[in-house]
């Protein structure tokens, strides 16, 4: 067992900029901006000043809505500097979701970017909180949102009732450096410090308070599991919003003085370029996004020699694509991460030096501090090694709960601190543990259990197959059918009898696919979880016709 890290957020960029002074924190590649950890640490600093300096306390919650912005960066360790919980906000989010969030979580303060991809962020804001265009700045009264009181806009224009964001850090210069070290020093690292809303599946959307204890032993860990060293630049595409950006990204970097390369919206041409132009030697991504930049049609064109580690995960993880990121772009060292937002969220990884085999047919073994078991779904009996059960885990990096929903935490959390995931696994003597399925996604087709991710394994395998979800749809006679979305490759053309033959003699018969339908992209949670419930209302849609 290794030490736990008992340090607030901004502590620890402090001590890294202590360290490392002149070594380079932040580069955004495209905008040619760079900052060491010392000038990292004193932004971070002007602005936790400047959100004292509104009236916001320690505890209180701030939302931030934007992508891979520097701002967004300067404002996770200003947060956690100055005590106030930020609560991510996906950017796909419209009215009905931002307003019950900005309500569910009585933030008190929003920054935003006034729009983002065509959609304008101020008028969604507007919308929700009309009286925020005759409010003076920092008194917002609003009937729906009692809680929220300050608006800040990114750049440099005006908006009624709204701080700017270069405001919030002028504003910073009334503040002392003694009192926010007043503030830095009365954080303790159990307090809640981020907030992230559950993707909403299934029900509302829940806010899962993590701690700094949570995000920077998990950041830690991530980063010994990948040999992350202040010499290594790492690549980050995925949103900050999501764990995978701010913790897996951001924290895994800052834990251990590593180089930050964020990207502002992922674009595949525009990874494969900052990580040529930066001599990145770490790359995360989704599964997605790294087929994605593999069919970038100028993909031979890139230098990406210096890649050497990175984490694919966020879903399934395909073995073909794996062993295409190892040979293909040459990411020798490139982990599996899995988890959940309510573990901080990385319960186990591969390791840099494990076998490929590992590697690709597995998502590791539980992180430092971690304790991992199977159980059996019902009982909660734990269940013999190579049995397929549920994962659960507890330790450090388990949530505080549910904001405000003390039900749905004691639905997942037990009496002696267990977290129940919901994940369906395997695990082997050496502890390294197989994904199976959700509990939840199990197809039940004439009482023969079905797990959607072994054929989906299988049909990778299949020359024309891009990428494959299959779920189960109703049945008269067997309950459930099992049906396959298919995208091809590019230029690829197949049809459904194809692929059953394709099948035929390879995998069980119950398992072939009745219904096939080839589409060109999936629906996506911004995170990048591919959403198997859209895809099922779709099925039935066609298969009633």
Not at 68 to 76: M, Y
């Given at each position: 067992m290794s030490t736990l890290l008992e340090v607030s957020i901004g502590k620890l960029l402090e001590r890294k900029a202590e360290l490392h002074p002149e070594h380079t924190a932040v580069i955004y590649s495209d905008r040619d901006l760079r900052w060491t950890y010392r000038e990292f640490d004193q932004i971070c600093r002007k602005a936790a000043k400047g959100l004292m300096k509104l009236g916001i306390n320690k505890g209180d919650q701030l939302a931030a809505w934007s992508t891979?912005?520097?701002?967004?960066?300067?404002?996770?360790f200003a947060t956690g500097k100055m005590g106030a919980v930020l609560v991510t906000v996906n950017t796909n989010y419209r009215t009905a979701e931002l307003e019950y969030l900005l309500k569910q979580s009585d933030s008190t303060t929003i920054i935003l970017m006034d729009s983002c991809k065509g959609t304008s962020y101020i008028d969604m804001i507007y919308d929700i909180v009309p009286e925020l265009r005759m409010s003076e700045k920092g008194k917002l009264q609003s009937s729906k949102l009692p809680f929220l009181k300050n608006v800040i806009v990114l750049g440099e224009k005006q908006y009624p009732g709204t701080y700017s964001w270069n405001e919030i850090v002028r504003l910073g210069e009334e503040v002392s450096d003694e009192e926010l070290d007043q503030?830095?020093?009365?954080?303790?690292?159990?307090?809640?410090?981020?907030?992230?809303?559950?993707?909403?599946?299934?029900?509302?959307?829940?806010?899962?308070?993590?701690?700094?204890?949570?995000?920077?032993?998990?950041?830690?860990?991530?980063?010994s599991c990948m040999k992350l060293t202040v010499a290594d630049r790492l690549c980050i595409p995925v949103p900050f919003f999501h764990c995978f950006g701010c913790v897996l990204g951001t924290m895994a970097c800052v834990s251990v003085g590593a180089t930050m390369v964020p990207v502002q919206e992922f674009n595949p041409k525009r990874v494969l370029q900052t990580v040529q132009d930066e001599k990145c030697t770490g790359l995360h991504g989704v599964p997605t996004m790294f087929i994605a930049e593999l069919n970038e049609p100028e993909f031979e064109s890139f230098d990406l020699t210096s890649l050497r580690t990175g984490i694919m995960a966020g879903s399934n993880c395909p073995i073909e694509v794996m062993k295409a990121v190892i040979e293909k772009m040459g990411a020798k060292e490139i982990t599996i991460a899995y988890g959940q937002t309510e573990s901080s969220p990385v319960i186990t990884q591969t390791r840099t030096d494990d076998p490929i085999e590992l590697r690709v047919e597995t998502v590791g073994k539980a992180l430092p501090n971690v304790e991992v078991k199977i159980v059996e779904p019902v009982t909660s009996i734990e269940v013999a090694r190579g049995i397929q059960g549920e994962l659960c885990t507890r330790g450090y990096h388990v949530m505080k709960g549910y904001y405000k929903n003390n039900t749905a935490t004691n639905a997942v959390i037990d009496d002696t601190g267990w977290l129940h995931t919901g994940d369906l696994a395997i695990m082997d003597e050496s502890g390294y543990c197989k994904i199976t399925g959700r509990l939840k996604d199990m197809i039940i087709r004439g009482g023969e259990n079905i797990y959607p991710r072994e054929i989906e394994e299988f049909l990778y395998s299949h020359p024309k197959v891009l990428d494959v979800q299959i779920i189960g749809i109703p049945d008269e006679v067997y309950g459930e059918e099992v049906m396959a979305w298919i995208i091809l490759k590019e230029g690829e053309f197949a049809t459904a009898e194809e692929i059953k033959q394709y099948c035929a003699g390879s995998i069980s018969k119950h398992k072939i696919p009745r219904y096939i339908e080839f589409t060109k992209e999936y629906p996506m949670t911004a995170s990048g979880k591919i959403q198997k419930f859209r895809l099922r209302e779709e099925a039935l849609e066609i298969v009633k016709k």
């Open positions: 891979n912005t520097p701002e967004w960066l300067i404002t996770q503030r830095i020093n009365s954080l303790d690292p159990n307090d809640v410090i981020n907030m992230q809303y559950t993707s909403g599946t299934t029900g509302f959307p829940k806010g899962v308070m993590l701690t700094h204890n949570n995000i920077v032993n998990n950041g830690f860990n991530i980063a």
